[in-house]
């Protein structure tokens, strides 16, 4: 089993930043990768990146590439989600999970994901 929990999300103007945090506990958290998803409203959970086991390697949705930044920290058994140059498009529920199979084809997919977090909204005023 493993919990996941978010933090950080909030109210910000256009072409402000956010760090968005996921906080890990149970298994070790070294031993599977993350991703991060957005929900806006009436639309599909959509993928937004994710991050290696190790961190060496990450993948992001075209749509925030050059502006999103995945890291974590093993140490603390946390990803991060670093939003800078947010547009009024970013808003949405933000969701951590966590993936243990990491097959790189199926990585924008929500079935990869083995646990979620409960989200966190983000609101980007235009």
């Known amino acids: 089993q493993v919990q996941l929990v978010e933090s950080g999300g909030g109210l910000v103007q256009a072409g402000g930043s956010l760090r968005l945090s996921c906080a890990a506990s149970g298994r070790t958290f070294s031993t599977y990768a993350m991703g991060w998803f957005r929900q806006a409203p009436g639309k599909e959970r959509e993928f937004v990146g994710a991050?290696?086991?190790?961190?060496?390697?990450?993948y992001y949705a075209d749509s925030v590439k050059g502006r999103f930044t995945i890291s974590r920290d093993n140490a603390k058994n946390t990803v991060y989600l670093q939003m800078n140059t947010l547009k009024p498009e970013d808003t949405a529920v933000y969701y951590c999970?966590?993936?243990?199979?990491?097959?790189?084809?199926?990585?924008?997919?929500?079935?990869?994901?083995?646990?979620w977090g409960q989200g966190t909204q983000v609101t980007v005023s235009s």
């Open positions: 991050i290696s086991k190790s961190g060496g390697t990450t």
């Open positions: 999970a966590a993936d243990f199979a990491f097959v790189a084809s199926q990585l924008t997919l929500p079935d990869e994901y083995d646990y």
